[in-house]
């Protein structure tokens, strides 16, 4: 995956910022894959809404540079595209990506 430099300096992923929040609320800025810009607030780690089936994904989100969200909003999961990403606020800090890297 794409290492970004945060505001700060530090070298990150975008993924390992996300996982570091620990399922607290932060919101996303990213490219739609029609070209728009979104901007979503969003928490990882909600399960209350997942089908009874057990049946899960048939693909790693992880592996196509994805990654699994709730969507406070719309109250749906989506999926964040990471290589798209534009910015991150997360904990009251701003971590701004060079989208398409």
């Known amino acids: 995956m794409t290492e970004y430099t945060t505001v700060e300096k530090k070298v990150i992923t975008a993924a390992d910022a996300i996982h570091r929040n620990g399922g607290r609320v932060f919101s996303a800025t990213f490219i739609k894959k029609d070209g728009s810009v979104r901007k979503m607030n ?60």
């Open 42 to 101: 969003c928490r990882t780690g909600v399960a209350k809404y997942i089908s009874g089936k057990g049946n899960g994904m048939s693909y790693d989100p992880k592996a196509r540079g994805l990654q699994p969200v709730y969507d406070l909003q719309a109250e749906a999961y989506r999926m964040i595209n990471l290589r798209s990403l534009i910015e991150l606020k997360l904990q009251g800090k701003k971590i701004t990506f060079a989208a398409g890297d």
